[in-house]
């Protein structure tokens, strides 16, 4: 007997060797897909209806700060500098770990509602993280992060406590959480810092989560200190590979793309943080071009305002196809597959797909709705019309978190309230 069968569903396979099914059946057993057809003959403890809805892979956002929902609409309309040391790294130097628990919670209960299943975090207080993703069910690779800032003992502090996370949280519940070393940029950690926290990671087989040529101000100080970019300086230390997640990568030159489809690593593209701050375009229809592994990301509530990914691939799409004057841009199936598979890839999980064998980390979405109707073309629909907020089912680990709207894993209106009021006590410290 199998634990979960959704059936009469349009199955969004996102597998490029199978297609979709229009009316169909996924079986899930032991966290893991083991059935995928028009019909099955299996029996289940849990039988999901999913007429009229639409069951894909979970959505996986490969760049945020979960904790940073204590900080939604915080500080608005500001440029990344004045925003960030003028505002939001004051007041989380009055963060405590009890903040950052609260705070990803709630991210977590955002995301379940809006169905992404797994993401990428960096951010201080992580075991607070690592226990809100614990407590959710979902599947996160986590990272501490290190703001050296050319100061050598704050530097070794952070260092030590990020490979104290590594090694504390790696394959933590029942192997959702994975962990990785968080260098925060190249403008805020030295290069020798750099190439050290490279040969942590090495010697303990841990990826890398980066912010990288987010600004033209980082692309200039850099050029100013070494005399070249930040992705030719990390070239240079032997510090790019597969096992790198690079934030944003917006300044990036045609030499920079090169290096990164040459050295496999995974660039997370938030576009809607980019839009907000204003850091410029994301080059992302030629690093696509080049092979490089290009995935979605929100960044943190301070500068989207949400978790929401389906905001985020409307926007990519819609961004990129007024940026190029061609309408044919990143079109709804492979901004689909960025907000999926490449996810997936990028965090070296098994997900990402409707596949026999894979993990069981599936959404179900409601078409049923006046904005879905009528519905000619369901990826299209899923890209441009649909919104978090239509995910009715989400199941991650072959666990259901969420059950035809209803939370299961969370108290729902506990949570926000303590959040708030975590998040009014933190700014009356702030401006005390
Ligand atoms: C080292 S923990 C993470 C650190 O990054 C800050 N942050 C959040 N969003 C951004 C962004 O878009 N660019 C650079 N830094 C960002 C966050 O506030 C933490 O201080
Ligand atoms: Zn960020």
Redesign the pocket.
């Given at each position: 007997m199998a634990d979960i069968i959704v059936k009469n569903a349009y199955v969004l396979t996102m597998d490029p060797d199978a297609g979709d099914l229009k009316n169909g059946t996924v079986v899930i057993e032991d966290g893991k897909i083991t059935e995928i057809g028009e019909k099955t003959s299996e029996s289940a403890d849990t039988v999901i209806d999913a007429k009229h809805s639409v069951v894909m892979p979970g959505l996986v956002n490969t760049h945020t700060?979960a904790a940073?929902t204590l900080f939604r609409g915080y500080a608005d309309d500001l440029q990344?500098a004045d925003w960030?040391e003028g505002h939001?790294?004051p007041a989380?130097a009055k963060l405590t770990a009890d903040d950052v628990y609260k705070g990803s919670l709630l991210a977590c209960l955002e995301m379940i509602r809006s169905g992404t299943t797994s993401f990428a975090d960096?951010?201080?207080y992580m075991d607070e993280t690592a226990k809100a993703v614990e407590a959710s069910g979902l599947r996160a690779s986590l990272c501490h992060?290190?703001?050296e800032l050319w100061n050598e003992e704050k530097g070794a502090t952070d260092l030590k406590e990020g490979k104290r996370f590594v090694r504390a949280w790696q394959g933590a519940a029942d192997g959702r959480i994975k962990t990785m070393y968080?260098p925060?940029?190249p403008n805020t950690c030295s290069e020798e810092y750099l190439a050290k926290v490279r040969e942590e990671a090495n010697r303990d087989g841990a990826g890398i989560h980066i912010?990288l040529l987010?600004t033209e101000a980082e692309l200039l100080a850099m050029k100013e200190r070494y005399g070249k970019c930040s992705v030719h300086l990390l070239e240079d230390i032997g510090f790019l590979g597969p096992d790198v997640l690079a934030?944003?990568c917006v300044w990036l030159s045609d030499g920079d793309i090169e290096i990164l489809g040459k050295r496999g690593v995974n660039v997370s593209h938030?576009v809607i943080?980019n839009m907000k701050?204003a850091?410029g375009i994301a080059p992302v229809h030629k690093m696509l071009e080049k092979g490089v592994n290009v995935s979605l990301g929100t960044?943190?509530c301070?500068?989207n305002n949400n978790l929401d990914l389906f905001e985020e691939m409307k926007t990519a799409a819609l961004l990129h196809k007024v940026n190029t004057f061609s309408p044919t841009a990143l079109p709804a199936r492979q901004v689909l597959q960025m907000g999926t598979v490449n996810g997936a890839k990028a965090l070296g999980t098994e997900t990402g797909m409707l596949k026999v064998g894979m993990k069981a980390d599936l959404i179900v979405v409601d078409m049923k709705k006046p904005h879905l109707t009528p519905c000619f073309n369901v990826p299209s629909h899923l890209v441009y019309s649909a919104k978090g907020s239509d995910v009715r089912t989400t199941i991650v680990n072959g666990k259901v978190l969420m059950d035809d709207y209803k939370v299961l894993v969370l108290d729902e209106q506990k949570v926000m309230e303590e959040t708030q009021k975590a998040a009014e006590e933190l700014v009356a410290r702030v401006n005390a």
């Amino acid at each position: 007997m199998a634990d979960i069968i959704v059936k009469n569903a349009y199955v969004l396979t996102m597998d490029p060797d199978a297609g979709d099914l229009k009316n169909g059946t996924v079986v899930i057993e032991d966290g893991k897909i083991t059935e995928i057809g028009e019909k099955t003959s299996e029996s289940a403890d849990t039988v999901i209806d999913a007429k009229h809805s639409v069951v894909m892979p979970g959505l996986v956002n490969t760049h945020t700060h979960a904790a940073m929902t204590l900080f939604r609409g915080y500080a608005d309309d500001l440029q990344l500098a004045d925003w960030l040391e003028g505002h939001i790294w004051p007041a989380e130097a009055k963060l405590t770990a009890d903040d950052v628990y609260k705070g990803s919670l709630l991210a977590c209960l955002e995301m379940i509602r809006s169905g992404t299943t797994s993401f990428a975090d960096m951010y201080f207080y992580m075991d607070e993280t690592a226990k809100a993703v614990e407590a959710s069910g979902l599947r996160a690779s986590l990272c501490h992060g290190l703001i050296e800032l050319w100061n050598e003992e704050k530097g070794a502090t952070d260092l030590k406590e990020g490979k104290r996370f590594v090694r504390a949280w790696q394959g933590a519940a029942d192997g959702r959480i994975k962990t990785m070393y968080g260098p925060h940029a190249p403008n805020t950690c030295s290069e020798e810092y750099l190439a050290k926290v490279r040969e942590e990671a090495n010697r303990d087989g841990a990826g890398i989560h980066i912010h990288l040529l987010e600004t033209e101000a980082e692309l200039l100080a850099m050029k100013e200190r070494y005399g070249k970019c930040s992705v030719h300086l990390l070239e240079d230390i032997g510090f790019l590979g597969p096992d790198v997640l690079a934030a944003h990568c917006v300044w990036l030159s045609d030499g920079d793309i090169e290096i990164l489809g040459k050295r496999g690593v995974n660039v997370s593209h938030n576009v809607i943080s980019n839009m907000k701050l204003a850091s410029g375009i994301a080059p992302v229809h030629k690093m696509l071009e080049k092979g490089v592994n290009v995935s979605l990301g929100t960044d943190g509530c301070a500068s989207n305002n949400n978790l929401d990914l389906f905001e985020e691939m409307k926007t990519a799409a819609l961004l990129h196809k007024v940026n190029t004057f061609s309408p044919t841009a990143l079109p709804a199936r492979q901004v689909l597959q960025m907000g999926t598979v490449n996810g997936a890839k990028a965090l070296g999980t098994e997900t990402g797909m409707l596949k026999v064998g894979m993990k069981a980390d599936l959404i179900v979405v409601d078409m049923k709705k006046p904005h879905l109707t009528p519905c000619f073309n369901v990826p299209s629909h899923l890209v441009y019309s649909a919104k978090g907020s239509d995910v009715r089912t989400t199941i991650v680990n072959g666990k259901v978190l969420m059950d035809d709207y209803k939370v299961l894993v969370l108290d729902e209106q506990k949570v926000m309230e303590e959040t708030q009021k975590a998040a009014e006590e933190l700014v009356a410290r702030v401006n005390a």
